[in-house]
């Protein structure tokens, strides 16, 4: 983002300090009731995983992971194995992983190059970059077929800002744009995330549902009491700009620093070294924004409701050239991973098994907990629920 922009973010948040606020949904919004079933109903879990996750594109990869002809990654965490690669033409194409012979698992490998094409591992039936199947082993005593009725079959893909979003299942798809809105798309493009640099990733396996460990990302609410000597010593707790774009939003966490940019001239400031970003990529994305870094984090739901997994990737936005760069990036992989370990998720799980004792009927969103609002509403009308749905209407006052 320009550096006029970032100032612009950096006195709303110096704002809210001086007033003690924060965003904040309007009254009639408040408190936002969700009842209980939301992370435990057993169908609203299967429907989520039909509509959100398989029925619409999901960013799953960035350009950065796959730059070259025949580099792909797979997935497999919607329940469908997909393959993402980059054709000779440079374009992007995805595929279902699955061999049109005997439904072979085309490729087992998490991210490679095959720039040869795919051979299944069965039996050597080979298909190129475009999916076409080229060759059928021992295709004399096979006999023939119509190898242009056999090719793998094509999932929606499309890359752009640096992003890749695929779509589980054939069909019409989204396009970027319509998904992000133009304003998060110009935002997006001006990240340059097709050109990070990957530090590392890391998987979190763990009891409870894909939304409440989104819930998690949502706020800042917590920083200070749950985070006290790590992000809740270096930020603000509770204090965040929040904005929303179709079904994604975006949040500012000031840092204490940012209170310095008041003794310097505007024109000196370094805005975004005083706060970072967090954006919401509708249904299962949180993307953290600092001057160094991109934490890249993928929810997935498991194969029980009260079952998710996470994928956690780190980016630098430069590349890492020396040792201590190296380092000072391996150390921030491991700082974010264990405050989401010990802290964030930590807490998720026995919220879960607070849900579990099914005592628990309710929770409640205050006017601060602007983002899980919003998106608990996201969520519900996108399965064809009403967004205001009878947890809101019962929490309107007379
Ligand atoms: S299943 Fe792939 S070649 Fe037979
Ligand atoms: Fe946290």
């Given amino acids: 983002m320009k550096p006029k922009e970032l ?31 939301t992370y435990t109903d ?24 796959i730059p070259n002809p025949g580099d792909f990654v797979t997935n497999e965490d919607t329940g469908i194995p997909v393959v993402i690669t980059r054709n000779q033409k440079g374009k992007i194409k995805a595929y279902l992983n699955v061999c049109r012979h005997r439904a072979g698992r085309l490729i087992d490998e998490p991210c490679g190059n095959k720039a040869r094409g795919f051979v299944c591992p069965y039996h050597a039936w080979k298909y190129d970059l475009d999916g076409n199947l080229t060759s059928i082993t021992g295709e004399q005593t096979f006999g023939e077929i119509d190898k242009s009725l056999h090719s793998l079959i094509e999932l929606p893909a499309e890359e752009k800002y640096g992003m890749i979003y ?15 809105g133009e304003e998060l798309g110009h935002q997006m493009a001006s990240w340059d995330l097709s050109s990070m640099h990957l530090v590392n990733r890391g998987i979190f396996d763990m009891p409870t549902n894909w939304k409440l460990a989104m819930d998690t990302f949502c706020e800042g609410y917590h920083f200070g009491p749950l985070h006290p000597d790590t992000i809740g010593a270096t930020s603000y707790s509770n204090v965040m700009t929040y904005d929303r774009y179709n079904y994604n939003h975006r949040i500012g966490f000031p840092a204490k620093s940012i209170v310095d940019l008041k003794e310097q001239k505007e024109k000196d400031w370094k ?62 992989f491991e700082f974010i991973y264990s405050v989401v370990e010990s802290d964030d998720y930590w807490v998720s799980e026995n919220v879960m098994k607070g849900f579990r004792s099914g005592l628990h009927p309710y929770s409640v969103f205050g006017r601060n907990e602007f983002s899980l609002i919003n998106v608990h509403q996201a ?20």
């Fill in 7 to 37: 100032n612009k973010e950096a006195k709303r948040m110096l704002e809210m300090i001086d007033s003690g606020s924060t965003s904040m949904i309007s009254e009639d919004a408040a408190p936002y009731y969700v009842d209980i079933s």
């Fill in 42 to 65: 057993k169908e609203l879990f299967d429907l989520e995983k039909k509509k959100l996750f398989r029925e619409r594109p999901l960013f799953m990869a960035l350009s950065c992971d």
């Fill in 166 to 180: 695929v779509q589980s299942t054939p069909g019409p798809a989204q396009s970027i744009d319509d998904i992000l």
């Fill in 271 to 332: 805005a975004f070294n005083h706060f970072s970003f967090v954006y919401f990529l509708f249904p299962n994305i949180t993307f953290l924004v600092s001057p160094l870094f991109i934490n890249y984090f993928e929810l997935y739901p498991g194969s029980e409701v009260g079952e998710h997994l996470t994928r956690f990737s780190l980016y630098a936005r430069k590349e890492m050239k020396t040792k201590e760069e190296k380092k000072e990036a391996q150390e921030q």
């Fill in 379 to 398: 969520f519900r009308e996108s399965v064809g629920l009403d967004p205001n749905g009878v947890e809101l209407k019962r929490s309107r006052k007379k």
